[in-house]
């Protein structure tokens, strides 16, 4: 009796709060939620500003991009340069990550890796030199060795391997902490090529 009692003097208080207690106080029309939701995205730069601005200032690692065309438009490269520059520190606009890169073709190059490598090391190091004016300070701080160990890669060549690397992810992202350092509530980013 005591807890029927209970519930109707609850349901009786709560038809009698005013309607406006029942909505949210904090209303903002969708520019504005727009605009807040780009602010807190982070992207992946391209290293092609046209395409960061079509893609809204780049990969975003917050949903699902997916690239898709013809043999030879350049799908394996943008993958590549994608792993080389979600390395770039937070003081370039970067996030300062580390990649992990599942090839699935066998169209992963190491020298063409090399190359887009020592191409941002090089990018880096004048950006550092503009920005500290000391050449000294900045040299020796980053090399293309270094960019290539910061890429996992994975090569697998059947579907019964995906799943088995899929599965895997989890154990081996627990035990790279640092891959995620740039995603806090978890893996989230993912690009998939055609």
């Known amino acids: 009796m005591d807890r029927s009692n209970a519930i ?6 709560q038809q009698s ?8 106080v904090d209303q903002q029309n969708a520019w504005d939620l727009l605009h807040e939701e780009r ?7 391209t290293s092609c500003a046209d395409l960061d601005d079509i893609l809204g200032g780049g990969i975003s690692c917050k949903q699902v991009t997916e690239i898709g065309g013809v043999p030879g438009i350049g799908k ?8 080389v520059n979600v390395q770039m520190p937070s003081y370039c606009g970067g996030l300062g990550g580390k990649a992990i890169y599942i090839d699935t073709e066998g169209s992963f190059m190491g020298e063409r890796a090399q190359e887009i490598a020592e191409a941002y ?8 030199r503009f920005l500290h004016k000391d050449l000294q300070a900045c040299q020796g701080e980053i090399q293309g060795k270094d960019v290539l ?3 996992y890669f994975f090569r697998i060549c059947s579907y019964t391997e995906q799943i088995a690397l899929i599965n895997y992810l989890e154990e081996f992202i627990s035990d790279h902490k640092d891959v995620l350092k740039t995603w806090p ?5 993912l690009v998939k090529w055609h």
């Open 185 to 189: 509530s978890g893996p989230e980013y």
């Open 76 to 83: 394996t490269q943008l993958g590549i340069q994608l792993a």
């Open 121 to 128: 090391v090089e990018d880096i190091s004048e950006y550092n």
């Open 39 to 45: 602010s807190l995205m982070t992207c992946i730069s």
């Open 8 to 13: 109707v003097q609850r349901e009786q208080q």
């Open 17 to 24: 709060l005013n309607p406006k207690d029942w909505i949210a």
């Open 149 to 151: 160990q910061n890429i």
